[in-house]
């Protein structure tokens, strides 16, 4: 019989040119600030609805929407600081206005083999009085940031943002993000369909499709940045898009944002689960079938074969640059000159091929109806994920930047 080793991991055709105002969205009457590139297709809101828009599957900017209708359109910095009053906000503060995320419990943040993928948070976080954080908005550093859900960040404020129904798809999550001028959010993406409010003050979207996630070299998805981009979007000159109050962007699951402000701002959006987040949930509740009580001797070649052979499946005869990738895009930039210590020996040693290939079959179904891109980032995700559920914390670097770059079975057999 095959054993398994389950998963109990918690993480959960890309548009190459964006096509401008036309007769097939709408002529739009506010003309959009875009730079250089190819324009963001744009579409007066009373022509489509966000199942439209999913099944588009790029950006667009919007004219008009829901918001119209809502109070929270005669917004003010100096209104909403009234109503907040005394009341505490959960803010990051920083010295420089550039925050990127940070989550302290990613798995590479307990492992202690390399403290470069160990990094700590460039920002404090912390609660301040809405008044102090208003205050604080329009200077020159330190730099505030607040994000979260309406209803916990702000309260008094939610019924002032009206009907989201059609907004989204499913169980929606409205957020409130006030930010100080100058403040940017580094370039990331998200899992999620995602329709982005301004209410206060414009935003300017830097976007990059999901292809270019080779280019932006992602952190790993065990870092404490996971979806977040090691390079700027504005520094790669990519496609950049002002939302001004009155306008919605729209941003599919997986396209890189990286956000800014020229002055103070307050913005909502509206978030709802993905067909791809769904289909990862389900890939990472399969069986990957590896014996938990394997000797590194066979459980390491047998990772190898493993992740070589679903990522062939999953992407076609081209998959060694994402799997090599792994380590040359993620790690190594991190890690630099880092000497390491791969244990590569050993053969795969497969008591049940049929039910081997069987099971890596099931679970490229799984990754198969996303778009090659998608899938491409993944994939790599999810490798990085079998391989801390095989060898640990402290060891996937040294598997992934050796063994599996490197090392045995580089090119299996199917």
């Known amino acids: 019989m095959l054993m398994v080793l389950c998963l109990l991991a918690t993480s959960i055709a890309v548009q190459a040119a964006l096509g401008s105002c036309d007769a097939a969205v709408g002529s ?15 579409m007066r809101w009373a022509e489509t609805s966000i199942e439209r828009l999913i099944e588009l599957d790029m950006p667009v900017l919007l004219q008009g929407g829901p ?41 590479l943040s307990q492992q202690e083999t390399y403290p470069q993928l160990s990094p700590t948070k460039a920002y404090e976080e912390g609660h301040v009085s809405a008044r102090r954080l208003f205050a604080s908005l329009q200077t020159d550093g330190p730099y505030y940031y607040a994000s979260g859900r309406l209803d916990r960040v702000a309260p008094m404020l939610a019924a002032d943002v009206g009907n989201v129904s059609a907004l989204h798809v499913g169980d929606p999550e409205t957020s409130l993000w006030i930010a100080g001028a100058g403040v940017v959010a580094l370039g990331h993406y998200d899992t999620s369909y995602n329709v982005y409010v301004p209410l206060v003050g414009d935003k300017i ?12 070299g992602l952190y790993p998805a065990l870092h404490a940045h996971y979806r977040q981009s090691q390079r700027s979007l504005a520094a790669q000159h990519a496609l950049r898009v002002v939302v001004r109050p009155g306008q919605m962007l729209y941003l599919p699951p997986y396209w ?40 590194l001797t066979r459980m390491v070649p047998a990772l190898t074969l493993f992740s070589h052979r679903l990522a062939r499946a999953v992407l076609g005869p081209g998959h060694l640059p994402v799997v090599h990738g792994i380590c040359r895009e993620r790690y ?15 053969h795969a040693e497969i008591d049940d091929e049929a ?13 198969l109806p996303a778009p090659l891109a ?36 580089e090119n299996p057999g199917a």
């Open 28 to 42: 739009c009457d506010a003309a959009a600030d875009v730079s250089w590139r190819p324009s963001i297709a744009q």
């Open 67 to 107: 918001m119209d209708r809502w109070p929270a359109r005669a917004w003010t910095l100096a209104g909403v600081a009234a109503r907040m009053g005394a009341s505490d906000v959960l803010v990051r503060r920083a010295a420089t206005p550039a925050f990127r995320y940070f989550s302290p419990d990613r798995p």
């Open 205 to 216: 979207f830097y976007l990059e499709p999901p292809a270019a996630h080779r280019r932006l």
């Open 256 to 295: 890189f944002h990286e956000v800014t402000q020229e002055a103070a701002s307050i913005a909502v959006n509206v978030w709802s689960e993905s067909d791809a987040f769904h289909a990862m949930e389900a890939v990472f509740a399969a069986p990957v079938p590896l014996e938990p009580a394997w000797p």
């Open 332 to 346: 190594l930039p991190l890690l630099g000159n880092s000497t390491m210590s791969p244990v590569c020996s050993g």
């Open 355 to 367: 039910g081997f290939a069987s099971r890596i079959a099931a679970t490229a179904e799984l990754f």
């Open 374 to 409: 998608v899938r491409e980032i993944n994939l790599a995700n999810y490798i990085e994920h079998v391989a801390l559920a095989a060898l640990g914390a402290d060891a996937v670097s040294d598997y992934l930047c050796g063994c599996l770059l490197h090392g045995i079975n």
